[in-house]
């Protein structure tokens, strides 16, 4: 387990590592913070934002607003630790599944990044602003990084369904059939 577990540990803290720095490069900018990078799509835009996303529940206490994505970590290597016990139950050549480790250590590092900042900025440093064909809230990398941690998983989910029509076998149980088992 402890094989499965470090690649994914690595993928979460050099993604946590790659937010701070850019956060750190585009938050701190002379007094007009806005800069185009491209004219009429893209802008670093700085700012603070003190709620979850897009900055709903921006009037929630600073304490629910650190519990919260606290919480988020154990689940995160809850769900890491039933899956890779499922397959390594249906898979005993011990043959990593890269997607899912990558999955959920870009979802574990971008979740580590914006903890970071509720709890040393009271509120996560949004500074990427797309507004080309919708005017996208501000995010920041982390954020990129939980959102293409969940479309690997559901690509992961396809896959394992497509796998198992393919070969006439039963669907590999989700991390949630496994828990409901042991319990």
């Known amino acids: 387990m402890v094989k499965r577990l470090v690649p994914l540990l690595l993928i979460a803290i050099v993604s946590a590592v790659i937010d701070l720095i850019t956060k750190g490069l585009f938050n701190y900018t002379p ?35 650190v519990i919260i994505p606290l919480l988020a970590i154990p689940m995160i290597i809850t769900v890491f630790l039933l899956t890779q016990r499922n397959e390594i139950k249906n898979n005993p050549s011990g043959k990593l599944d ?28 949004d500074f990427i602003h797309y507004y080309y064909i919708i005017d996208w809230p501000t995010f920041n990398i982390a954020d990129v990084y939980i959102t293409a941690g969940a479309v690997l998983m559901i690509i992961s989910l396809f896959r394992k369904e497509k796998e198992s029509i393919i070969t006439d076998k039963p669907p590999v149980e989700s991390a949630v059939d496994v828990a409901e088992k042991t319990s």
């Open 98 to 125: 890269w997607l899912i480790i990558s999955a959920l250590g870009l979802i574990l590092g971008g979740a580590i990044g914006n903890i970071y900042d509720r709890i040393f900025h009271h509120g996560v440093r």
């Open 31 to 65: 007094p007009d913070p806005k800069t185009s990078l491209i004219p009429g799509v893209l802008e670093m835009n700085p700012q603070i934002n003190t709620g979850i996303i897009w900055g709903l529940f921006s009037d929630t206490s600073v304490v629910l607003l």
